[in-house]
């Protein structure tokens, strides 16, 4: 039984490769291959990335590319975590490598640029002569606070000098909806330009990006037409509506993909010692190569393998499943007989335990029979003794009156008397304490027999046990015999 039980542990199977000269389990090694297929398709997709500028600077070739890495890396790796789980995932340092908001054309149109700044931002922003830099999102563990850090800058035109960078901080509130599904909630909004502190701004829907603007226009000296391009306020809501809700598609170590309500995907890399590499290095820079892409096809060799090793688990499973119910019905059956002898030997000791009460109270009440029968035989001969001494003395009196001769005469009678009541009634009493002893002895008898027959009783059940015990183990070992032999 220990042996089937450790080969079912939370699903796990007993059946062990060689590894390395260590022993692992089939379910370890099924995880083994897909965190290695999800780590391989994390790589391919940001091969694809590098050298894309985060998007701007892709073709349509490009974005075809993109979204077939994204798809074979959402079918590796889908995101299953929910609630907690899935926030201390998301806890760290993130930097975006593509949005597929900033792919088609450059420099960026008005609604490519709103559609990227609507899901960060509570309304849209946008302008054709801005350029986006680095985009890094930080979430903390304590709150799941998450601020996302965007620069901006202006493009001018040459001979003029690089316009000043702009830095946008969004705060938001991150929480959880479902599987890999959550819901992001502007709390506040800070920009930061060269020379200029603008305060925190409000958060209200077309509000806040309003002020945002006209900081912008009143920092640059930019024109005031340059506000026709925003949508109305009802748009604007809706926009928050949809870009408040955010599912991550896929995921791995070091890499996840969001996809926001308005459709947009986002690809980012998490920013640690141990996950930067060449390849997400390569990612954010505009000026680098493209590496090359891992082959689509063996991603789904991979897949199609890990489903055949998954189905041969399945039946592992079912099989040692089905021997240990063999062995648990055994063990059922074992339980019952132990359970019915059990019960037997109780009731044996309750029916002994009955007899000895009953024959305690026999004997408690033929004592008291006999105590009983006792006193009166004495009371009797007590009363016969005073009634003989009371005709004695009347004699004795009427011999005194009628003559003194006659009293010697009737002093010996009375003697003789005497001596004959006394005798009757020693006679009496020893024959009333014979019968006593009798009783008690026949007594004494019954409960010596009563213990007797129930200490024969008491070691008749105890063998009927003993036996049904060496029963119970030869069964047990037939089955651990069977078993064995399975």
Known sequence: KAMLAGAV???????????????????????????????????????VCAGLDRGAIASAQDSALVASAVEAFEAMAPCALDGNDLLNYLVGEWRLVYSSSLSGSTPLSVDQLRRFLVTTVDAPMARS??????????????????????????????????????????????????????????????????????????????????????????????????????????????????????????????????????????????????????????????????????????????????????AAAAVEVAELKSMLELVAAAEASVAEEKAAVEAALEEAERLSSEAAAKAEAKLAEAIELAEAQAAGQRAVAAAELADAMAAAEETLAAAKAASVAERERLMTVHAQELRKVEATAAGRTAEAEKRLALALAKAEEEAANARVAHAAEKQELARQAAAAEEKAAKAKAAAIAAIGDL
């Open 9 to 47: 542990v939370l699903g796990s199977l007993a059946y062990v490769v060689p590894n390395g000269g260590q022993r692992v389990s089939m379910r370890t090694s099924i995880h083994m291959t897909d965190r290695l297929a999800a780590t391989s398709a994390a790589d391919s997709l940001l091969q």
């Open 129 to 310: 002569s801005l350029m986006i830099g680095e985009v890094v999102q930080r979430i903390d563990g304590h709150g799941f606070g998450l601020e996302e850090d965007i620069s901006l800058r202006l493009r001018t035109p040459w001979p003029l000098p690089p316009a000043p960078e702009m830095r946008i901080k969004l705060s938001h509130e991150l929480h959880p909806t479902g599987a890999g599904s959550l819901t992001s909630a502007l709390v506040d909004v800070g920009l930061r330009l060269p020379g200029l502190s603008v305060p925190s701004l409000p958060s209200t829907p077309g509000g806040g990006t309003r002020y945002v603007l006209r900081s912008f226009a009143d920092a640059l000296d930019s024109p005031s037409s340059a506000l026709r391009s925003l949508p109305t306020t009802e748009a604007v809501r809706t926009l928050n509506s949809q870009a408040q809700a955010l599912s991550i598609i896929a995921s791995s170590d070091s890499v996840r993909v969001d996809r926001s309500g308005l459709g947009e995907t986002r690809v980012f890399v998490r920013v640690t010692p141990s996950s930067t590499s060449w390849v997400a290095d390569s990612a954010a820079s505009s000026g680098q190569g493209k590496a090359p892409q891992l082959s689509a096809s063996a991603l789904r060799e991979v897949a199609r393998v890990r489903e055949e090793t998954e």
